[in-house]
């Protein structure tokens, strides 16, 4: 037998991707599912979260750290495009959490947004089904900031009366995408919004009221006197 003069090719490890993890998988992994389940529990509410997760750029920690908690070889993951396209983060999911990556929303039992400012309509995205309501996608959304400010009122199950809530930045068109996700019920997505230091939950029960469209945006100048 003639042997082959060609040496086989193995890509280098990338040791980026293998750092960051949970500091302590366990006990992290406790807590943040509490805080999670508790938000979920007392939807808008805004609840601190500390981790020493350090995912690639793209993916803040308080993110990263979620879906190590959250998701495993058998919650299929999507990705927005700038996720994507993080050859790194993809690595890094890869080494850490073990998810497999769907190439479809709908495949998803979680997908994980960039920024809340590029959503895409929640209706592509898995609802579940009447007898299987929980075979939906959560989705896990970054912002900026949350804080009470009165850009919605929120009210349903787990709220006294109501609750504001803001989310900077997010998409004009969530909320009446979210109302036709209420309508759906016991079928529908939830959400997980989250801030660098602190996460809200708005699972599929939770009704929006916009008070204000733009509370958070700058007021216009005066045109200067010439």
Known sequence: MQSSSKTPMFSEPNFEAMQGGLGNPVMQSQAIFRAIMDAMARPGTIIPVQTDARPPASLIPLSGAIIATLADADTPLWLDR?????????EWLTFHVGAPLAVEPSQATFSVFSSGADLLPLEVFAKGSQDYP?????LIIQVEKLSNQRLWSLSGPGIKDSNDFAVEPISPLFASQWADNNDLYPRGVDVIVVAPDAIACLPRTTKITVLDPKPLSKPA??????
């Open 82 to 90: 700038k996720l994507a396209d993080d050859k790194t983060l993809i």
């Open 221 to 226: 100048s005066k045109p200067e006197e010439r």
């Open 134 to 138: 929980d075979r939906s996608t959560t």
